[in-house]
């Protein structure tokens, strides 16, 4: 298992999350962006960052990496969710699933139905307000990993929810069309996805991009597998190829 990241490598990673806000806010790169910046803070299986419509009254995801079913609670029925009550206050930092009391998860049909079966241990859910006080959107992440988030990222997820919010509540981050390749990065590809073809530029093995991303060996092969699949490529070295040729590499 790789090692632990220090305080100081999580607090160079925040800048890079803020750097990648301030990027997307202005319209020069997208919100999936930000969350392949996020998982550099902490460790995640999935993640999204949605953006609230107060006319339809429901959320819209602008980037995510959760499954389709999960991302459809999110977008119309979190919002219904006796969680969401408890989240929903300016003056509340984010909810930890480890923090949450046993009697709200059992009455939670988003962990009950949808987080539950995901395997899910731990993870925040975070309501993003303006500067004027409005409810903008949310940040969802969670991972089936057992170790618990360090106090640091935990501490670096709830200062950064400034600049997650400035991100949500731009008008250059619209949400994305959904076409054939989906709501989400070049080819379909989820931010993970993203990170592990990045990886493959450098010519790595499974093991040693999974040190770098702190994920199992088994999990890059099997994001290898999903990125060969949605971009329809014969191997790594192609997916290596179109990575290069997007521009695409890993980060520091």
Request: hydrophobic fraction near 45%.
């Given at each position: ?44 299986d999935?993640?999204?960052l ?12 602008l980037?995510?990496?959760?499954p ?8 119309t ?66 991972t ?23 991100t ?28 592990v ?17 702190h ?18 490529l ?19």
């Open positions: 298992m790789a090692a632990e990241r220090s305080t100081a490598d999580i607090l160079d990673a925040a800048v890079h999350v803020r750097e990648a806000a301030r990027s997307a806010t202005s319209g020069a790169t997208g919100v999936d962006a930000v969350l392949a910046a996020l998982s550099e803070v902490m460790a995640y999935h993640a999204s949605a953006r609230w419509d107060p006319l339809r009254r429901r959320h819209t995801t980037a995510g990496s959760y389709d079913d999960a991302t459809a609670y999110i977008e029925r979190l919002h219904h969710d006796p969680v969401f009550s408890v989240l929903h206050s300016p003056a509340r930092g984010g909810l930890w699933l480890r923090d949450v009391p046993g009697q709200l998860l059992a009455a939670s049909l988003g962990f009950q139905e949808v987080l539950r079966p995901l395997g899910v241990e731990d993870g925040v859910a975070q309501c993003l307000f303006a500067a004027d006080g409005r409810y903008v959107g949310m940040l969802n992440v969670s089936r990993r057992p170790r618990r988030t360090s106090d640091p990222a935990r501490a670096v997820v709830t200062l950064l929810t400034e600049a997650l919010a400035a949500v509540g731009s008008p250059a981050c619209a949400p994305p069309r959904r076409g054939a390749a989906g709501a989400r990065g070049p080819g379909g590809l989820s931010p993970r996805e993203l990170q073809l990045a990886e493959l530029t450098t010519g790595r093995t499974n093991r040693a991009i999974a040190e770098r991303l994920i199992t060996p088994r999990t890059v092969g099997t994001h290898i597998e999903h990125i060969l699949a949605k971009l329809d014969p191997n790594r070295a192609a997916a290596a190829a179109r990575a290069a040729a997007w521009g695409i590499g890993p980060s520091r």
